[in-house]
């Protein structure tokens, strides 16, 4: 499971170094699948290992085909995402099309979101974290409902 914010940078030719800790968790297999997202209205970029990806797409097939939804989801996440192979250093070459997605610059933000992680620019999470912070502090119990 990935957990935990690091902060990396971008190189001219958009490679990017995977942080150790979410290397670890992916034991060797370096495919990972890379979907454009949303999060509190900044856009950012959702990686998968290969085999999280094949549980969502178990269960995206399991779907009506023509539903509404089904067919939104299916245009603006799975048909927008891309593959992606760490390097032997541990890097991956993020396509200029999910760079420009998720406005990713020079200075970038890791979060670990569990089975995934997320690949944010740092101006992007901090307005992120603020808007977070900012509901919390007006909702102690906005987790409440979770059932964890």
Not at 4 to 11: K, N, P, V, Y
Not at 72 to 97: N, Q, T, W
Request: glycine residues 6%; neutral net charge; proline residues 6%.
């Amino acid at each position: 499971m990935f957990f935990g914010r690091f902060d990396h940078t971008i190189d001219a030719k958009g490679r990017i170094s995977i942080p150790a800790q979410f290397r670890d968790v992916l034991l060797g297999d370096p495919r990972l699948i890379v979907a454009p997202y949303t999060v509190y209205g900044q856009r950012c970029l959702d990686l998968y290992p290969q085999a999280e990806w094949q549980k969502l797409l178990d269960k995206f097939s399991a779907l009506p085909r023509f539903s509404p939804n089904a067919v939104k989801f299916e245009m603006g996440y799975l048909a927008r995402s891309h593959r992606c192979e760490l390097d032997a250093a541990g890097r991956i070459l993020l396509p200029p099309v999910l760079r420009q997605h998720a406005a990713l610059k020079k200075d970038v933000v890791f979060l670990g979101v569990h089975a995934r992680f997320r690949l944010m620019d740092q101006e992007s999470w901090v307005k992120v974290e603020s808007e977070h912070d900012a509901e919390a502090v007006a909702n102690p119990a906005m987790y409440q409902d979770l059932g964890i």
